[in-house]
């Protein structure tokens, strides 16, 4: 079996809501919206892995030019974990945006009151595109990280090399 880990704070639950899925972790996540006419960041089925997250405001993107648009929330990662925010599967087929650097990531540390979690896109069209406010614009999920406690320097890791970019195939 897959075991599947989100945060957990005190004493976590398990449950299995589908045959054949993993093990999931339940935990609260404490978050501050900015703006509380905008929804809770939510899952959209049971089985979904990361929760979207909304645009707190109408934001005009030009083609080509990063923009960060706000996403309504502030919330504290809890310890031993990262938040990985990243494109919705429609995004970029129905609005011709990307997170422009492929993935955000949101440190444990990036929590205080003003620190509200802003997506960057970049419009890959030649139009300008428009996000309302309240449309959902990415999804973010938690990742358990490993921080490395040393780095060991040697001269050689292995005689076999792959070759690089494109090595298999």
């Given at each position: 079996m897959i075991m599947i880990f989100f945060a957990s704070i005190g004493t976590p639950t398990y449950a299995y809501p589908f045959?054949?899925?993993a093990r999931i972790c339940?935990?609260?996540?404490?978050?501050?919206?900015v703006d509380k006419t905008l929804p809770v960041p939510e899952y959209q089925?049971?089985?979904?892995?990361?929760?979207?997250l909304y645009a707190r405001k109408?934001?005009?993107v030009k083609p080509f030019s990063p923009t960060i648009i706000p996403a309504n929330i502030i919330l504290r990662v809890p310890a031993g974990y990262f938040l990985m925010l990243v494109s919705r599967s429609s995004t970029p087929i129905r609005k011709h945006?990307?997170?422009s650097n492929g993935i955000g990531v949101i440190d444990q540390?990036?929590?205080?009151?003003?620190?509200?979690?802003g997506i960057q896109v970049l419009n890959f069209s030649k139009e300008d595109v428009t996000i309302e406010k309240g449309e959902?614009?990415?999804?973010?999920l938690l990742v358990k990280i490993a921080k490395v406690e040393e780095?060991?320097?040697?001269?050689s890791i292995t005689d076999v090399s792959r070759g690089g970019f494109g090595s298999t195939g």
């Open positions: 045959q054949g899925y339940h935990m609260k996540l404490k978050i501050k919206r089925t049971k089985g979904s892995v990361a929760f979207d109408t934001t005009t945006l990307m997170v540390d990036y929590h205080g009151d003003k620190d509200e979690i959902r614009i990415a999804q973010a780095f060991e320097e040697v001269d």
